[in-house]
């Protein structure tokens, strides 16, 4: 098992920045690839951004692409998500969740735990 804590998320003016973080605990957090996801309301959950074991591969959504950075601290057990030059559709909760597949992965399905989740609301 794995735990997962989501912070840093609130309120920014459109074409603001956050930096979200996520830590983790219980087992080796290298272990896992690690992800970001985003709900928005009324919305199915959005995959945002993932990251390999090793930090060599990374993926992102075509919206977020340019603008958004995932990057992990294996030494800190914590993946982050520098977010810039935000925009109103990037209002939602974010999540961070993490996959032992192995592989950086698009689909929620192959992830096997998940935070609670930080909210970001980005005024217009």
């Known amino acids: 098992q794995v735990q997962l804590v989501e912070s840093g998320g609130g309120l920014v003016q459109a074409g603001g920045s956050l930096r979200l973080s996520c830590a983790a605990s219980g087992r080796t957090f290298s272990n896992y690839v690690m992800g970001w996801f985003r709900q928005a309301p009324g919305k199915e959950r959005d995959f945002v951004a993932s990251i390999s074991r090793n930090s060599i591969t990374t993926v992102y959504a075509e919206s977020v692409k340019g603008r958004f950075t995932i990057s992990r601290d294996n030494a800190k057990s914590t993946v982050y998500l520098q977010m810039n030059s935000l925009k109103p559709e990037d209002t939602a909760v974010y999540y961070c969740?993490?996959?032992?597949?192995?592989?950086?992965?698009?689909?929620?399905?192959?992830?096997?735990?998940w935070g609670r989740g930080t909210q970001v609301t980005v005024s217009s």
């Open positions: 969740a993490a996959s032992l597949l192995g592989l950086v992965s698009r689909s929620s399905d192959v992830y096997n735990y």
